[in-house]
């Protein structure tokens, strides 16, 4: 295998604050400092130095070396921190590539030390998840994929799987040196498993809405006091209330916190049938295109008003039917009833919500998609196991749907005795890293 280039790069957010950090990587990480740099500090001992970019241009730096393999990418690292400023911060990192080191791309830290077994892919793709995390819910799920708690339990499961598929696999090939095989605890254990992935699908949602801010659409017939539910929602005139129908010709939306959750309220034009006016028909294009990249939609019908469009509208995602102008009378029972005049309903429907965007208080599951995609994998190739017991099959074909589902748990973290994960598959997820990571 040909050594891999030292690479460079700028491991702070931005360039323009007080101090920015310069990291190096690779083999030869510190020679080419020590060109700039001449004599560096004891290993992970911060020391001050005069950097030199060239004739008569210095840079006052604080410099640190971390020797491989105890590093962050197990390879040596030297981290310049050096005063901020683009152009500044550029000349340094130009200068370091002309004394021989690469620029890194996306991801290439995390990436080297993925590969030297420093960080489990899962940690890697908690890093990205952390520096995306929009909500305080978000960075405490990343939080926890970095110190590796997915990783343990997969672990643990992989560790089940694979020794129930070498005890099958030992009843296959030294059947005069085992006991028989027992196909009944075999399968109560297939679903032990199997009960654990259920469960952390099953709270694959909360955790993706806690980390997400979800968009909560009212839609509706025109006129059903969408926009007055909007705004008392907001606690505050966001949307444009009059009795004219029509009157909302496009969707408007505002950040809503219930909960400690915070999720996108978006109010949109009702939707009717024999519009003439061009505009509003463009309006009630746009609310069925709210409706359908929803992730809630409260469908809000008035209860002076027959029902004009019907529930079929909100789509086919979750929805919520709501009653508007509750202090008119009731109609649809069943429905959430609430009134914007008198305030009747609200707190219940601001409950429902709450409850909806938490999963009913189910603890979240810390995975990502990617996670969630092998998961399930896993799950199938465990079922048509069972299936085959079931069957009265021949056990070889158990011990290969056992080996399927431990390769697609162990993909989730990147180790497995199994087989290497794909160049591609590694290809797209570090490339949603920056730069510096």
């Not at 006052?60 to 020797?67: G, I, S, T």
């Not at 995306?132 to 997915?150: F, M, N, S, Y």
């Not at 309220?265 to 295109?289: F, K, N, P, Y």
């Not at 017991?389 to 005795?417: D, I, K, M, N």
Request: charged letters at 25%.
């Amino acid at each position: 295998m040909s050594t891999p280039p030292t690479i460079v790069g700028v491991a702070t957010g931005s360039a323009d604050g007080g101090v920015a950090i310069v990291r190096l990587s690779g083999p030869t990480a510190l020679a080419i400092a020590r060109q700039r740099i001449g004599t560096l500090p004891p290993p992970r001992k911060l020391g001050r130095r005069r950097f030199v970019l060239g004739p008569g241009s210095v840079e006052d730096a604080l410099v640190v070396q971390m020797p491989g393999p105890r590093s962050f990418t197990g390879e040596d690292i030297v981290e310049l921190h050096v005063h901020g400023g683009e152009r500044n911060v550029a000349g340094i990192v130009a200068s370091l590539l002309a004394a021989g080191a690469t620029a890194a791309g996306p991801g290439d830290f995390s990436r080297r030390a993925f590969a030297n077994g420093r960080l489990s892919l899962d940690q890697a793709e908690g890093i990205a998840a952390l520096l995306a995390a929009k909500t305080d819910a978000a960075v405490e799920q990343a939080r926890r994929l970095v110190a590796g708690e997915l990783g343990a339990e997969i672990d643990s499961l992989c560790g089940l799987v694979g020794n129930l598929r070498t005890e099958i696999e030992a009843n296959l090939d030294f059947v005069e040196d085992v006991e028989g095989g027992d196909e009944a605890r075999w399968d109560r254990e297939i679903s032990a498993v199997l009960e654990t992935l259920r469960g952390w699908l099953r709270r694959f949602e909360a955790g993706r809405r806690a980390r997400e801010r979800s968009r909560v659409v009212l839609a509706g017939p025109a006129n059903a006091g969408k926009s007055s539910l909007f705004n008392a929602l907001l606690g505050r005139s966001r949307s444009l209330v009059h009795g004219a129908p029509g009157t909302t010709r496009d969707y408007v939306e505002a950040e809503l916190e219930i909960g400690g959750r915070t999720m996108i309220l978006v109010d949109t034009a009702g939707i009717r049938g024999g519009v003439d006016d061009g505009v509003e028909s463009a309006g009630i294009i746009h609310s069925r295109q709210q409706i359908g990249g929803a992730d809630l939609v409260l469908w809000v019908e008035a209860a002076d008003r027959e029902s004009q469009v019907g529930e079929a509208e909100a789509g086919e995602g979750e929805s919520i039917c709501v009653e508007s102008k509750r202090d008119l009378g009731v109609r649809r029972h069943g429905w959430i009833g609430v009134s914007t005049s008198t305030g009747e309903g609200l707190e219940t429907l601001r409950g429902r919500l709450e409850r909806w965007a938490t999963g009913d208080g189910e603890v979240p599951w810390i995975g990502l998609a990617r996670h969630r995609d092998r998961a399930e994998e896993a799950m199938e190739a465990l079922v048509e196991a069972q299936e085959i017991f079931a069957r009265v099959e021949p056990l070889e074909l158990v011990a290969f749907q056992l080996a399927v589902a431990e390769r697609r748990l162990a993909e989730v973290t990147g180790r497995s005795a199994l087989g290497a994960l794909g160049e591609d598959v590694l290809g797209r997820i570090f490339s949603r890293f920056c730069i510096g990571k």
